[in-house]
């Protein structure tokens, strides 16, 4: 249905910046609203940003706010997670989610909202 494959990972310095994009194919309804999760070792998967791409709206985990920026592309293909100001904690594998869920209920980054999902690209942010 939905085809997630996301690049953009790397290794920075605590203070950098990474890019992340995720590009989507697949049918247009089932990826209304997108998402970039994160898991790091150890932990449970958690939300980092969401965007219900018919309107723009956006959210954001109170970790990330002001740091990260989620946005989409004009053709609403190719989803992007821009990152500044990492810290150590933000390590970890970044996931590029998509759902059918509309306004709050997809602002909500309720995992169980999001049916498909990317193989996910590594960041790690080094002290």
């Known amino acids: 249905e939905v085809q997630l494959v996301e690049t953009g990972g790397g290794s920075v310095q605590a203070g950098g910046s990474l890019r992340l994009s995720c590009t989507a194919s697949?049918?247009?309804?089932?990826?209304?609203?997108m998402g970039w999760f994160r898991q790091a070792a150890g932990k449970e998967r958690e939300g980092v940003a969401t965007?219900?791409?018919?309107?723009?709206?956006?959210s954001y985990a109170d970790s990330v706010k002001g740091r990260f920026t989620i946005s989409q592309n004009g053709a609403k293909n190719t989803l992007f997670l821009q990152m500044n100001n990492l810290k150590p904690e933000d390590t970890a594998m970044y996931y590029c989610a998509a759902g059918d869920y509309a306004g709050s209920l997809c602002l909500s980054a309720e995992m169980r909202r999001f049916a498909n999902w990317g193989q996910g690209t590594q960041v790690a942010v080094s002290s």
């Open positions: 965007i219900y791409t018919t309107t723009g709206s956006t």
């Open positions: 697949g049918s247009t309804y089932r990826r209304i609203c």
